[in-house]
């Protein structure tokens, strides 16, 4: 099993500042990783797939970046509404596993 | 509107029994693989099982396997997970979610919320 593990678990910050987020793999998954993000009591949301790709939608102040073991979600600059728990996720076998999150709070 | 939403969920007790329903809507149901993810409260989340479009390719996480089974009805557009012998930590919201590109959830359902205690 592909074992993903998120940094920081917490990430204070203020609006407007730029936010990066770190996934890295247990071993390779090509580009083959995803990133979602997660209101509370609301489901997740797709943001980013296949490393960089932006899901229908999804604001350009949000980018993906990486391959092999090391990922990258960079939002460029924070709104009121990206404060939210960011899960990423590999799709390179099974069984698909998520890392255990990243979450963003207003500082 | 694409949607899904899930019924089904209940307080159960261990060693009991469950059967959760996804109803899609706004899309052709029968073109996409589908999947069930859940999150324990307060928890991360966890990939559950999945289900290619004709229903014949199914596959599990090893926490699940041989307890859970996953099945659709294209005629129906729905999406099914039959749980048995189900467990103190099998308490979740299970969502229901739709594939993109084998295999990430470009959408989900609200979820459902499972609670397995005595």
């Known amino acids: 099993e592909i074992v993903l593990t998120q940094s920081p678990a917490t990430l204070s910050l203020s609006p407007g500042e730029r936010a990066t987020l770190s996934c890295r793999a247990s071993e390779s998954v090509s580009r083959y990783l995803a990133w979602y993000q997660q209101k509370p009591g609301q489901a997740p949301r797709l943001l980013i797939y296949?490393?960089?790709n932006r899901a229908t939608g999804i604001p350009a102040r949000f980018s993906g970046s990486g391959s092999g073991t090391d990922f990258t979600l960079t939002i460029s600059s924070l709104e009121p509404e990206d404060f939210a728990v960011y899960y990423c996720q590999h799709r390179y076998n099974w069984p698909l596993t998520f890392g255990g999150g990243t979450k963003v709070e207003i500082k | 509107e694409v949607q899904l939403l899930e019924s089904g969920g209940d307080l159960v007790q261990p060693g009991g029994s469950l059967r959760l329903s996804c109803v899609a809507s706004?899309?052709?149901?029968?073109?996409?693989?589908m999947s069930w993810v859940r999150q324990a409260p307060g928890k991360g989340l966890e990939w559950v099982s999945a289900?290619?479009?004709?229903?014949?390719?199914?596959t599990y996480a090893d926490s699940v396997k041989g307890r859970f089974t996953i099945s659709r009805d294209n005629s129906k557009n729905t999406l099914s997970l039959q749980m048995n012998s189900l467990r103190a930590e099998d308490t979740a919201i299970y969502y229901c979610?739709?594939?993109?590109?084998?295999?990430?959830?470009?959408?989900w359902g609200r979820g459902t919320l499972v609670t397995v205690s005595s």
């Open positions: 706004g899309f052709t149901f029968s073109n996409y693989d």
């Open positions: 296949d490393a960089s």
């Open positions: 289900v290619s479009t004709s229903g014949d390719g199914t």
């Open positions: 979610a739709k594939v993109l590109q084998h295999w990430y959830f470009d959408v």
